[in-house]
């Protein structure tokens, strides 16, 4: 355990600021940081409603009706605004329709234009005032605001709710308010959450009066121009005014007990509750609830004003037996629309029935619980530290799997709090976490990745056909500590008398020209796919058929030593004309199985061949000086290697070992054609018979080719009276 903790010490490192950040920004709340993320959250709220609207609203049972001062209305009726009397028959129209209880989202703050006291100060003005007393006699029929007071003063066993609206501002108070609901001194209650208005504007007092009632229209938007919540109760004061949808309820209701809850907290009193008779409103610290949109526009019923005015008969409107009647306007042209979650045009008045539909219904409010904070951090902690710890040890694959089941999980359990018990958790600082997390994983993953394709590139490139850097590029497991046994080839290549050269030549020349020749060597095993096994001195050790399959393995490692033997005799040649006599290469090359991988420690390792095959090219190698050529291919290889062209030297047993392996030497085809290596083959032949003649046809092969290694070195084994291709190695 703990070296995997040192071992992932920088992801978990991550992890744990990742963490620290989520919960930080879960606190700082009112911060530049906090504002950002409340503007995810509420971006996450709106989805959220969205999507889990129902597919069909009820609104037959609503006791809840809005009476609509829409555009068909304002063309029957006549423009905005209209004459408080028409607004006074209105109210008494929709008493005689049975409703019990009207709102008006409307402030009547100036007074109507009494056409007759203008007639009469125009009068005055002119100095014609032959018809001054009659004029003087219409001023109470023409007093529009006298009517409507009237009006409002007639609706016994109706109560009417006028609307007005609070300025935090300090400005000067316009109009009249209605009587406060609680009283809490402004000096006594300093640490009070509900809002402190400063200034107003009311109603006429005189209309004021007749209604007796009134609530508050103030909503309070989000920074983004959003309504989602509502306050249900502010101060103005020493005094608690409640919002118009609250008082039509209390008034439908008939409730006559009122509080306001609330709980001592961090040295603030807050408001926790309000309670309206035996209902219980739970709300924000600052007596706000969240609207309870049910959808677009007409999740309350909406009847036209104009039809209320026309219809002669109000039982073509049963709804309005015993409702709640909010009158305002969905109208363009008097701007009372709102942008909504669920649409940016949505009727301000529909706002107040939403609310008051949903007091009147019993049903609670969606909640913003005051434990959110708390469990959202500890969702983000406890998510956080797991994800932090298990995901180093977890693949692409699974980690994958992992970020698809935790964000589900979270999302999964915000909508089902949200449709089960109508709480509101913000989920956008634990999916930050969890994809903060995950995401630093992958990333850290994809990097690492790169680094280590980049460190196999470097380490092997020096000295592995580039094909090959490239597969241990796309799959760095195979540099794992591991082998395998499969069929290789080795070729192994080295300098006849380099001692002596190297004695007689400088260091300084020395290394130039043995590096210049070792990378003529080292270019040509890679160039044919082989592998750099390793570099001891002048000698270069190659493999084929590893680590990638290379089915022509043993025709790679012949086609390499032949052209190690040309660059052998260019590089000679060079020397030469340069006064510096250099050694020809010889090569050996063997086929087998033999185990190849990794070796070495967790820290350092090295791709190499461990098995007898390898030692056996060695010999190989060696007993070039012994036969006198430059180039010995064992049997295995030759048997491998169709396209080439081979002549028998012998089957060596070579020294420590009991059995013989029969060796070649490669020859071009065109050699092959010619009339000496087929008399060669012949003589090889009858040689390895034991046949009679054979003595006679190395002889006359000698004195036709004095120079030929194997020629001469079979005659002088056969007038040693040794007539056999079996050829016992005392020396390596």
């Known amino acids: 355990m703990k070296r995997y903790f040192l071992k992932h010490y920088v992801r978990f490192c991550v992890g744990i600021l990742i963490t620290g950040i989520a919960l930080w920004l879960q606190i700082a709340g009112g911060t530049w940081s906090g504002r950002f993320i409340d503007r995810l959250d509420n971006l996450a709220y709106d989805m959220r409603l969205t999507r889990t609207l129902p597919a069909s609203r009820s609104i037959e ?80 029929d023409m007093d529009r605001d006298a009517i409507f007071a009237q009006y409002l003063k007639a609706q016994r066993g109706q109560d009417v709710v006028l609307g007005f609206i609070l300025h935090a501002q300090e400005d000067e108070s316009v109009g009249a308010l209605p009587s406060g609901w609680a009283y809490f001194p402004e000096q006594d209650n300093q640490n009070l959450s509900i809002p402190i208005m400063r200034s107003y504007t009311g109603n006429l007092r005189e209309l004021q009066k007749s209604a007796r009632h009134g609530g508050f229209l103030n909503t309070t938007t ?110 363009l042209g008097l701007a009372d629309l709102i942008s909504a979650p669920t649409g940016p045009a949505f009727p301000g008045v529909e706002v107040h029935a939403t609310v008051l539909k949903r007091i009147l219904s019993g049903q609670p409010f969606p909640q913003e619980p005051d434990w959110a904070n708390a469990a959202n951090a500890l969702v983000i902690l406890v998510s956080g530290l797991l994800l932090t710890i298990v995901c180093p040890a977890l693949g692409a694959l699974a980690i994958t799997l992992v970020a698809v089941a935790s964000l589900t999980f979270v999302v999964g359990a915000d909508v089902w709090l949200w449709n089960a018990v109508q709480l509101s958790l913000s989920p956008v600082l634990p999916l930050f976490t969890i994809v903060g997390i995950i995401g630093a994983n992958v990333l850290w993953g994809y990097f690492a990745e790169a680094r280590q394709k980049r460190q196999v590139r470097k380490a092997f490139s020096s000295y592995m056909a580039p094909a090959l850097v490239d597969q241990l590029v796309e ?53 044919h796919g082989g592998t750099i096994d390793k570099i001891v001195g002048d000698a270069v050790v190659g493999i084929f058929n590893a680590p990638l399959d290379q089915p022509d393995h043993a025709q790679r490692a012949v086609n390499c030593a032949l052209a190690m033997d040309k660059i052998s005799k260019d590089f000679i040649q060079e020397m030469n004309d340069k006064g510096m006599p250099f050694g020809a290469t010889r090569v050996g090359v063997n086929t087998g199985l033999a185990i190849v991988g990794n070796f070495g420690g967790s820290e350092r390792f090295d791709y190499t061949a461990h098995g007898d095959p390898i030692n056996t090219a060695a010999r190989l190698e060696g007993v070039n000086k012994h036969l006198g050529t430059l180039m010995c291919i064992s049997g295995t290889t030759v048997a491998q290697c169709r396209d080439h062209y081979f002549r028998p030297v012998g089957a060596l047993v070579l020294k420590g070992k009991t059995e013989a392996i029969e060796a070649f030497e490669p020859i071009t085809e065109e050699e092959s054609e010619t009339q000496w290596i087929q008399r060669y083959n012949a003589a090889f032949q009858a040689l390895a018979d034991g046949v009679d003649g054979a003595k006679e046809q190395f002889a006359a092969l000698r004195d036709e080719y004095p120079d030929d290694p194997l020629v001469k070195l079979h005659y002088e084994r056969i007038m040693q009276g040794t007539i056999s291709t079996t050829i016992v190695m005392a020396e390596k």
């Open 61 to 140: 049972d609503s006791k809840v009706v809005i009476v609509d001062i829409d555009e068909d209305s304002l063309r029957a009726e006549g423009r905005w605004p209209w004459s408080r009397a028409k607004m006074g028959e209105l109210v008494s129209r929709l008493k005689a329709a049975g409703v019990k209880t009207i709102g008006f989202d409307v402030a009547f703050t100036e007074p109507e234009r009494n056409v007759a006291q203008e007639l009469i100060d125009a009068a005055s003005a002119s100095g014609q005032l032959e018809h001054a007393e009659y004029l003087e006699t219409l001023i109470p």
């Open 222 to 331: 989000d920074e983004d121009g959003v309504l989602r919540r509502t306050p249900l109760i502010l101060r103005s004061g020493d005094m608690v005014y409640p919002s118009l949808a609250l008082a039509m309820a209390r008034r439908h209701s008939d409730a006559k007990r009122f509080k306001v809850d609330t709980a001592e907290v961090a040295g603030s009193e807050r408001v926790t509750a309000l309670q309206l008779e035996d209902k219980q409103l739970p709300t924000d610290q600052y007596g706000r609830v969240l609207i309870p949109y049910t959808g677009h526009r007409g999740g309350v019923p909406y009847i036209s004003a104009t039809e209320i005015f026309q219809t002669q008969d109000f039982n073509e409107f049963p709804e309005l037996e015993n409702a709640a009647v909010l009158i305002g306007s969905s109208a």
């Open 475 to 527: 799959h760095p497991e195979q540099l794992q500590l591991t082998g395998e046994e499969r069929e290789m080839t080795f070729l192994f290549s080295d300098i006849a008398g380099f001692t002596t050269f190297s004695e007689r030549a400088g260091p300084q020349l020395l290394v130039t020209v043995l590096n210049q020749y070792l990378d003529a060597m080292c270019r040509a095993v890679m160039e």
